[in-house]
């Protein structure tokens, strides 16, 4: 079963593997590399985890707004980073520490809240998942993310066609 999962990722990420090395900064447009492989996830999370209908909506409504939530914190963190590249390249300009300070703050307090989304999420499906999902669960996210990730690692490796 893993060289299936291996072989259909290897299939969706060789067909555009420019497409998904570039995906995070071109703001996934069109994200249909993503649905593909979010596809993919659940349908191997459902059967590795042998959840029941009901069990698996409840998951992922919860992992739905984890991510939501996640992805509206990086984007704060995003703007903050170029708030300081737009600060740095100013230079006549003299910015107070104060102010950098508050940066720092700012970029202090968006990390907290991501440890907290991702705790609060954690306790969230320790109500629906048994002690052994929730275990199988962590492994699998992993074990998924490093396999796509050597993917598409593979992928920009290719040389690019001039």
């Given amino acids: 079963m893993k060289k299936y999962v291996i072989i259909v990722l290897s299939m969706v990420m ?18 249909h590399g993503r ?16 959840m029941s209908d009901e069990v698996s909506g409840k998951f992922f409504s919860k992992r ?5 939530k996640g992805r509206r914190l990086n984007s704060k963190i995003d703007s903050l980073c170029q708030v300081v590249r737009e600060k740095t390249s100013l230079e006549d300009s003299k910015i ?3 102010e950098w300070g508050k940066l720092i703050d700012e970029f202090v307090l968006a990390e907290r809240k ?24 962590l492994a699998f996210e992993r074990r998924f993310r490093e396999e796509v ?13 001039e």
């Fill in 114 to 137: 991501i440890q907290n989304n991702k705790a609060e999420f954690m306790n969230s499906i320790q109500r629906i998942l048994s002690p052994m999902q929730v275990a199988k669960f």
């Fill in 64 to 68: 739905r707004e984890f991510r939501e």
């Fill in 96 to 98: 107070p520490d104060a």
């Fill in 35 to 50: 649905e593909k492989i979010d596809q993919l996830e659940k349908i191997k999370l459902i059967e590795e985890l042998n």
């Fill in 149 to 161: 990730q050597g993917i598409l690692l593979r992928g920009r490796k290719m040389p690019m066609p």
């Fill in 14 to 31: 060789l067909n555009s593997p420019a497409f998904f090395a570039q995906m995070h900064h071109m703001g996934d447009k069109k994200g």
